[in-house]
């Protein structure tokens, strides 16, 4: 019986990628390429090593996100997202939704720090994403670290397209007008309280992310989990040194559907616990069209096309797909900054992005 479970446990753990065996920005090898190919195409979540980011940065992200979730509800507050067109600043728990359910989670959501778009006649809303971060003032290194964690996780996303472009066969280049230049992105520092007395576990629920790729650090608690294709749910369990690296929805349409955007979700902590996380999302130029690259024959053959879910469209108008995850969380951000874009507030099929 033992045997049994410890087979079954090997044969179900996720992959991982060492990034550091694509030395001195050198082609990577085919083994390389192939584990990755490979991790990205049947999981399209797996953890990542080598990736050059220091343990102590790290530690210090999340020490910061523990300051900061620490603040009283009022201090924190004062960066409320509610205030913000650009979706970013603070979220008590239960305030976001997806598939129309409330998560059990407080937040803060950092893009990168670029000025408002002043004149906007005449262009897309999604235009008004772009826009200055809320800092909480009172905590002296938190701006500093943050960003130079996001900067250095950006770095390390880049790279990995690359590779994943190559192990598509396409030019290591393939993906640098969507993020060469400014694209979308955002980094949520995340708490996830214990379970409530109503016993509901949705730390948050079961989605896919909207972007390109993401990027996860979290705690020691676990909760992390993805669901493979033939409907398991499988752990993620926080392994030392490594991220999370999960397939985003543009990364699928790139892929024409050889990549999945992998669904996953947080099963919160038990009553008395709590579980912290950073995660960081790569989107792309708000102004650019994701292609889909023709795939070499052996790819081609074996993948199964974008996923067609009703209530959730894809969109390859990167602006358009962004926009609609981001309304779809907060429909309160939605109805303040957003509400001539609505002739009723959407409210049926949230979807967390
Ligand atoms: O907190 C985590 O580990 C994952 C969070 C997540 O999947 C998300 O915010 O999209
Ligand atoms: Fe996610």
Redesign the pocket.
């Known amino acids: 019986m033992k045997v049994i479970k410890r087979m079954t446990q090997k044969k179900l753990s996720l992959p991982t990628i060492d990034l550091s065996l694509w030395k001195d920005q050198k082609a990577p090898d085919d083994v390389f390429l192939n584990s990755l190919r490979k991790a990205a195409h049947a999981y399209g979540f797996f953890y990542l090593k080598g990736h050059g980011i220091s343990a102590d940065l790290n530690a210090e992200l999340m020490m910061q996100a523990k300051n900061f979730f620490s603040l009283s509800l009022p201090q924190k507050e004062q960066v409320a997202m509610i205030n913000s067109p650009h979706f970013r600043g603070y979220n008590h728990a239960g305030r976001e939704l997806t598939r129309g359910k409330a998560d059990w989670r407080e937040q803060l959501d950092i893009g990168p720090e670029r000025p408002v778009i002043q004149d906007l006649t005449g262009k897309p809303a999604y235009f008004r994403l772009q826009g200055p971060n809320q800092w909480p003032e009172t905590l002296p290194r938190f701006k500093e670290t943050v960003l130079s964690w996001q900067d250095q996780v950006l770095s390390v996303l880049r790279r990995l397209l690359e590779a994943l472009a190559l192990s598509l066969g396409q030019q290591a280049s393939a993906f640098h007008p969507a993020v060469s230049n400014t694209p979308y992105q955002l980094l ?1 520092l ?1 708490h ?1 309280p214990g379970r409530h007395d109503d016993g509901k576990k949705q ?2 629920g079961a ?1 896919k ?1 909207s972007d390109l790729l ?1 990027l ?1 650090l ?1 705690d020691n608690e676990g909760g ?1 989990e993805v669901e493979l294709t033939n409907g398991e749910w499988l752990q993620a369990p926080p392994q030392p040194e490594t991220f ?1 690296v999960n397939i985003g929805e543009l990364l699928e349409v790139a892929s024409g559907g050889y990549f999945k955007a992998a669904v ?1 979700r ?1 099963i919160s902590p038990a009553a008395g616990r709590n579980r912290l ?1 950073a ?1 960081f ?1 790569l989107g792309a130029q708000l102004d650019a069209t994701m292609p889909t690259f023709s795939l070499p024959d052996p790819l081609a053959g074996t993948s199964s096309g974008i996923t067609q879910d009703p209530e959730n469209p894809l969109f390859s108008q990167i602006g358009q797909n962004t926009l609609k995850g981001r309304l779809r969380s907060h429909p309160d951000v939605a109805a303040r900054h957003y509400n001539d874009l609505f002739t009723a507030a959407p409210s049926k099929d949230l979807h ?1 992005a």
């Open positions: 949520k995340i996830y730390g948050v989605h992310d993401s996860i979290q992390l999370i996953h947080v996380s995660a999302f967390h």
